[in-house]
């Protein structure tokens, strides 16, 4: 097993200093739609008997919608250039887990899948081919970007993301130009309360810059939700888990979660709409509203970079913030950066898939075709060694994490896999809707976050002793 690095943060910083999304969706999980398609139609479909007799054939079921039409395209190069089948599927926004049981029951099962950190691990690692003798796990970086049981290598993170609080700086320059501004740079926003008032006072002056609110829509249906139940979630477990010292926990205290009530209110009640009309706004509606500069906060990740530039916006317009919520010593925070995102091989399917799959990803990692797609189409921050000779992705909102990262910030590390279950995330979205819309209290958020870890927890682990790390 290679050496580890001193910690995850010095792992993601150099590797987001050579090179630096998104995009969640969970870690870029934006909108999309389930997408099927088979890389070189008409190559494939001539020679898929000749592929599955001889060398095998890939399915991937993509995680990313994002980057759906991206990985057919690279699916067809590569079947060009090999002749063996490579079908994509991509699972639409916050359908992956239940898509991935439903394919996972048929015979033409995914050949590669994804799971998002240990806590999936655990019902997919039967699933899972061991990684460690292959050309994905040797140029690795680090072991911190891989999924390790025992000494096997179950799993291979294959991009970091950072994500926060994207804001257009053309209007939010206008703003510091207005009479009392509460600062005259980006620079002096450094903490929550500073951050609130700014906020507040471009709420209050919304007709004069031109916006409808400080914030975008916080929509929360399920191409949007995720922002809200695990992105800004994981900043109450990230302070918790700093100040008692552990990585992970079956039973979370909720010590931040006013800080968590504070920095949700800020965003529903200084936005584009009122927080009564938020069950019916979407991520698109997000993704538009901060493109056509009608909001000048949007919060999101590296990976919604193309969506702001395919819609008009230019590097010039970009910059992030992080999400202050009020956290001891968040003067000195940095950008939430880490991955939930990790290729696992189906251990189930034929030896000649099997190959035929693990030929693939190193083609993807290796060759200029797949280095470019992932780094400069896609946008990819990558893990992986083969990247560092000219394959790095560079834009405004990678550029704004190194920033962070110079400046001697601390990243907020991605605790999105020691979160007990999909049900405990849905439960604490809908208890932040009901709060929002009125028709529930705090306390249900607080009851959903705190007493539904506990269950979820339980349930993970039944008949298994898991004492906290």
Known sequence: MKNLKKGIALAMAASLSVCAFAGCQSGGETSGTATESTGGESTAASQADTGSAEGGKVYYLNFKPEQADQWVELAKTYTEQTGVEVKVDTAASGTYEATLKAEMAKENAPTLFQVNGPVELASWKDYCYNLKDTSLYTNLKSDDFALIDGEDVKGVAYVIETYGIIYNKTLLNKY????????????????????????????????????????????????????????????????????????????????????????????????????????????????????????????????????????????????????????????????????????????????????????????????????????????????????????????????????????????VSWNFSTIPSEKWKDNVGAALLDYAQGTGDWSAVQTAFVDGWATEYAAANAGTESPDA
């Open 176 to 411: 510091f130009e207005t009479d009392g501004a509460v600062v005259s740079s980006v620079d002096e926003i450094n903490n929550f309360d500073t951050f609130k008032s700014v906020v507040e006072d471009i709420q209050a002056k919304k007709d004069d810059l031109g916006i409808q609110g400080a914030f975008t829509s916080s929509g929360m249906d399920s191409s949007s939700d995720w922002r809200f139940k695990t992105h800004l979630a994981n900043l109450p477990i990230y302070y918790e888990y700093k100040a008692d010292n552990i990585k992970s926990t079956s039973a979370i205290k909720g010590t931040y979660l006013d800080n968590y009530k504070a920095i949700w209110d800020l965003y529903i009640h200084n936005a584009t709409c009122e927080p009564t009309m938020i069950s019916g706004k979407t991520g698109e509606d997000a993704a538009s509203e901060f493109a056509l500069g009608e909001a000048i906060f949007y919060q999101n990740g590296t990976w919604a970079y193309g969506d702001c530039i395919n819609n008009g916006m230019s590097d010039e317009d970009l910059g992030m913030l992080p999400i202050y919520i009020g956290g001891e010593g968040e003067e000195n925070q940095g950008l939430c950066t880490g991955s939930e995102n990790y290729w696992c091989v189906n251990s189930k399917a034929s030896e000649a898939d099997i190959q035929a799959t693990l030929k693939f990803l190193d083609w993807v990692i290796t060759s200029d075709e797949g280095r470019d797609m992932l780094a400069n189409q896609m946008g990819f921050v990558t893990p992986f060694t083969t990247f560092d000779d000219g394959y790095q992705a560079d834009n405004a909102l990678i550029k704004a994490a190194n920033e962070y990262i110079a400046a001697g910030k601390t990243a």
